[in-house]
Every structure is written in structure tokens, then in C-alpha cells.
């Protein structure tokens, strides 16, 4: 029979297909509401899904988020430096609450969770941020932890379509009182501000969701209008 020959030339073209290699610069959960069959796709560096047959997809956006060290190691060191002190107990349970209330915001409104860590240097500020962040990316700059040394638009462009992944911004000293204010607001509320485009349409709005944190040497309310 032809069965020889088609699969022969099947064979032959498997050389030619195309393999398709997705990328994606989103992180956290994906957006929108959780579908009615309980589908879920978390985008970190790679793409997490209980949707059978999905496609693979790594990250390529602008986070040190790709894996580094064992599982093992990182469980071992939570163990033997975290686990006791409840400062850091805390900023650890911080940094997977992003997932937990990313989810929710799926299902019921929320904002988005601000924590503002302070004190004088030396104090543990950072040592608690990178906990936080340790499970998910780099613990440092360059990764999940930035300054607040930028525009207003790049800080919201940095979190921009994050739904569930810890990000931290350090040393909130650095800005003036009414910038401060604006920003946290804009943080907590989860979406960018309505903007034209060049027709003059309204473009689309970037969201994200989860917890933010911030670190600095004296209370925010100081920085705030109140």
C-alpha cells in the first residue's frame, strides 16, 4: 500500500515544520476572571497551566526572574535563617500573599496590598525585602527589587501587567510628598490612568494586582499627604 510511502514523506517534512517558540512578558496569573471549567495560567519565568496540551512559553521581559540554585537549597536556607524570626517570617509570607490575592482579585474586587517597611540603615530592610522576593527572582537590583529613582510613567510601566509576582521599591525617601501620594494611589488602585493615543482613542489600560512593597528610613505618612 501508500501507508510507506506517507509515512516516509512525513518523515521528510518534520525537517521543514516550523517550531514555534512562545514568549511572554506578562507575570502572575493571567488576565481576566477565572474561566467557568477552573482553567488557570500562572506566567512566571515559564508558563504553569492545568489546561492539558498548552503551550510552552518562557519570559522575556526585564526581570532576573530565570531559575537559579536548587528548590532544596532555597527550602534549607528559609529553614535555618528565616524560620523563627518573625521579621522575616513576615516579609516571606509578604511575598507569596502577591499570588494569593492576585487570585482573589479574580473573584472579588481588592486592591492591591501595599507594605512599607522602615528604619534606619543597617535595620534589616533589605535582608527582609530579598526574603520576599527570593522565591520568585533575583533578591537584589536588577531583579525584583528596584529604586524609586525614576519617572512616575517608568515606575508603572515596570508593573504593568503583573498579577500575582512581589515587586519592591527601595528607598521611598527619595520623593517629594505630593508625588509620593499620587503614586501610592495609583499603586493601590491597580490600573494605570486613562490615556489617548495618537487617533485620539482611548489605549488601552495596564493593569496589575498582587503586593507591592516599599522600603524606607522613616514611616510613609511623613512623605505623605495624609
Known amino acids: 500500500g501508500n ?8 518523515r521528510i517534512q518534520e525537517n521543514y515544520v516550523k517550531q514555534f517558540e512562545y514568549r511572554h512578558k506578562t507575570l502572575g496569573w493571567k488576565s481576566g476572571q477565572v474561566a467557568e471549567d477552573g482553567a488557570l495560567t500562572y506566567y512566571h519565568f515559564n508558563k504553569y497551566t492545568n489546561i492539558r496540551n498548552s503551550d510552552v512559553s518562557e519570559y522575556n521581559g526585564g526581570y532576573k526572574i530565570d531559575p537559579a540554585g536548587t528548590v532544596e537549597a532555597w527550602t534549607e536556607a528559609v529553614q535555618s535563617l528565616v524560620i523563627g524570626h518573625i521579621p522575616l517570617e513576615f516579609a516571606l509570607v509578604c511575598g507569596f500573599a502577591a499570588v494569593i490575592n492576585a487570585l482573589m482579585q479574580k473573584l472579588i474586587p481588592l486592591e492591591v496590598i501595599i507594605i512599607h517597611i522602615y528604619g534606619e540603615s543597617s535595620s534589616g530592610k533589605t535582608s527582609a525585602t530579598q526574603v520576599a522576593v527570593s522565591g520568585f527572582g533575583r533578591p537584589g537590583k536588577g531583579g525584583l527589587i528596584e529604586t524609586w529613582n525614576s519617572t512616575f510613567n517608568a515606575m508603572m510601566k515596570s508593573i504593568a501587567n503583573n498579577h500575582g509576582v512581589p515587586i519592591v521599591f527601595d528607598e521611598v525617601s527619595i520623593k517629594t510628598n505630593a508625588n509620593l501620594t499620587a503614586i501610592i494611589y495609583q499603586l493601590a488602585e491597580g490600573r494605570e490612568k486613562k ?23 522613616h514611616p510613609i505618612t511623613e512623605k505623605t499627604n495624609q
Open 3 to 10: 501507508e510507506n510511502a506517507v509515512a516516509a514523506y512525513l
Open 195 to 217: 490615556r489617548l493615543n495618537v487617533e485620539i482613542d482611548f489605549r488601552e489600560q495596564a493593569t496589575w494586582s498582587g503586593l507591592i512593597m516599599f522600603t524606607g528610613e
